[in-house]
């Protein structure tokens, strides 16, 4: 694991985003944005799911108009994320928060998929009710406390990074 390590982190583009000092404030302002239209379109469907917004409205329409919104941002997001990464891959691969993140992002990941294919498989037959049934609150619940915990780790990484010296 460590060799591969190595290579991310010896390959060039790594290489360019630690020598030049503007590159890596960029791609992170980048990977900022991206996640801000990550959390904020999925937290706009959480809360309809929940139940506290939008709750006059069709949970279908909200999904629908939302849904590309979310899965655009979230590519921009990882590949933003995957170039900081090489920047100081032995690093990041040792950090408690940026592991517990990518831990969160696959849960979040997992509890996405467990919605949209089998708890809300059908999703306009719920379009006249306010309030939804109680699976959906809390594929929901369990969404928004997902990413709000990734967003915390994400935030953490930099406070607490050790530097790992590596002789290429
Ligand atoms: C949608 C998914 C993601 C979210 C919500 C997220 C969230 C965050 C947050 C909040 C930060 C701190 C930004 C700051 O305040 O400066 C951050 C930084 C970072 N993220 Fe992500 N991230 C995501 C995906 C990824 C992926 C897939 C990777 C890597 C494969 C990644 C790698 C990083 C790295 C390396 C940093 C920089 C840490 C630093 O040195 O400051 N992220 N992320």
């Known amino acids: ?6 290579l991310i982190y010896g390959n060039p583009i790594a290489q360019i985003i630690r ?11 980048l990977h900022v ?21 939008g709750i006059n409205r069709p949970i279908s329409n909200i999904s ?5 919104v979310t899965w655009i941002a979230f590519l921009i997001a990882a590949f933003t994320g995957a170039i900081l990464f090489t920047s100081n891959a032995l690093s990041y691969s040792q950090n408690f928060y ?3 993140k990518i831990a969160l992002l696959a849960l979040a990941g997992i509890n996405m998929m ?3 294919f089998i708890i809300g498989r059908n999703l306009e037959s719920w379009n006249h009710y ?8 809390i594929a929901g ?4 406390t997902l990413w709000i915990s990734i967003i915390v780790c994400g935030r953490w990484i930099g406070f607490t990074l050790e530097p790992v010296l590596v002789a290429l």
């Open 141 to 144: 619940a369990i969404s928004l």
């Open 98 to 100: 940026f592991i517990s």
């Open 19 to 29: 020598e030049n000092e503007f590159l890596f404030p960029w791609v992170e302002a």
């Open 130 to 137: 306010q309030q939804l049934p109680a699976s959906a609150r």
């Open 64 to 68: 629908k108009e939302l849904l590309p």
């Open 114 to 116: 467990c919605f949209q």
């Open 1 to 6: 694991m460590n060799e591969i390590l190595i």
């Open 33 to 53: 944005l991206a996640i801000t239209l990550v959390i904020g379109s999925i937290a706009l469907v959480d809360l309809r799911l929940i139940g506290i917004r």
